[in-house]
């Protein structure tokens, strides 16, 4: 393990890029924040008023990279930039911490797949939620089998986001914010739920803009078939004012819930749920005890990038995991769009690989 303290560059001085110069601030023994770059100079120094350090000030994003001393860049930048921002930063050497969505297409992620092969750089990518310790107890439990086969399984991305929040050119465009609140919010939940169920066999989408003036989806739903024969039901929405981030899932006689909850049932004479044993129920709900280590997932995202640089191992979340969403997110928006059951894999041959698919449908969704 190598403890010389990484050099770190942010490129994008916007709103995420506080969670990671606090991490970094944190991690000061391993890490030294060097330089922040943005196109809009006023937003780099105001940036760089709020952390105050020895941080240098670019506009001109390749300044940045062309530095020798800087090991990490955190790419914050606008969903549709990425692509070009990480082969820049792997094309100078430099290990990527993205934001999501990683890219904006399977062509695009391929690409800087490819880039990445034969180099020892690490690619990790901000989903956070990897880290909840809600998620990885139920990813446990389910690996254990604890619920047998799951008949049945939900995930909700449920927000609320006011008309200012798209005062951002980039955001609510299908060309810069690269979709709605599936690609920009319920991506989160949505990498958490295809970790624990694996393959997807089949989608089926639909979607509208019920409330923003966005070109984009404000409401969207999914029935996904996963190949190991779970029915699973997706719902994002930007319109809920109590917002709600959840999973079930349900074997034949337990479901587990994210945020975490257990219940247990036996059937009655007449077919009827009657609720389990108490004493085994208590049992199982004593891995509540669980809750109490909330942590603050950003923080952890970056604490597992820095070691396994550290390590030289691969980050729990690169791009190759990050290209699991983006195939059933790229499905979903198909599906909706052409408004029939949509298999997967994505083959590179298909419209939607690429941006073309979109390109010659997006106009369609109102
Ligand atoms: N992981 C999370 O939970 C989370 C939360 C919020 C945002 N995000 C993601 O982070 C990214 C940025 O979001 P944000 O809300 O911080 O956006 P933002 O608009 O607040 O910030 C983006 C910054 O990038 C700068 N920029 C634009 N073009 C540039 C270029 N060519 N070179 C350098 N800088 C450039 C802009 O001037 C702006 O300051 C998005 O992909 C978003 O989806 C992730």
């Known amino acids: 393990m190598n403890n010389k303290p990484l050099g770190i560059g942010i490129i994008g001085c916007g709103e995420v890029a506080n969670a990671h110069v606090n991490e970094y601030n944190e991690l000061r023994d391993q890490c030294v924040l060097r330089a922040v770059a943005d196109v809009n100079r006023e937003s780099a120094f105001e940036f760089v008023r709020h952390h105050p350090s020895d941080i240098e000030v670019y506009t001109d994003m390749n300044l940045l990279l062309q530095r020798d001393d800087i090991d990490i860049v955190s790419i914050c930048t606008p969903p549709y930039l990425h ?18 969505p990683f890219v904006p297409t399977l062509a695009d992620c391929d690409e800087v797949l490819r880039a990445t092969e034969n ?65 920009n919010q319920g991506i989160h939940i949505l990498d958490l739920f295809l970790e624990i169920l694996g393959p997807v066999k089949s989608v089926y989408a ?26 699973g039901e997706l719902l994002c929405s930007l319109n809920v004012a109590d917002p709600e981030v959840s999973m079930c899932f349900s074997g034949h006689d337990k479901t587990l819930r994210f945020p975490f909850k257990v219940n247990e049932v036996h059937e009655s004479f007449n077919g009827f749920p009657l609720l ?77 690989y690429s941006r073309k698919g979109l390109i010659t449908n997006h106009k369609t969704i109102s």
């Open 276 to 352: 389990g044993d108490p004493n085994k129920i208590e049992a199982i709900k004593k891995l509540d005890n669980l809750q109490s280590d909330k942590v603050n997932e950003h923080d952890e995202l970056i604490k597992d990038f820095v070691r396994a640089i550290q390590e030289d191992r691969e980050p729990s979340i690169g791009g190759l995991e990050a290209r699991n969403s983006l195939e059933v997110i790229t499905a979903i928006y198909k599906s909706a769009f052409d408004k029939e059951i949509v298999k997967l894999p994505i083959r590179d041959n298909d419209p939607w």
């Open 83 to 100: 692509k070009n921002h990480v082969l820049k930063a792997i094309s100078q050497g430099k290990h990527v911490l993205c934001e999501k």
């Open 206 to 231: 639909d979607m509208e803009t019920v409330k923003h003036k966005t070109e984009v989806e404000d409401h969207i739903r999914a029935t996904i078939w996963f190949a190991n024969g779970t029915r």
């Open 119 to 183: 180099t020892n750089l690490k690619i990790g990518v901000a989903m956070q939620l990897r880290y909840n310790p809600d998620f990885r107890k139920i990813k446990q439990l389910i690996q254990d089998d604890f619920l047998g086969h799951i008949y049945f399984a939900e995930m909700r991305g449920l927000y609320w986001r006011g008309n200012s929040y798209f005062k951002k050119a980039w955001r609510g465009t299908w060309e810069k914010g690269c979709g709605g609140v599936l690609m």
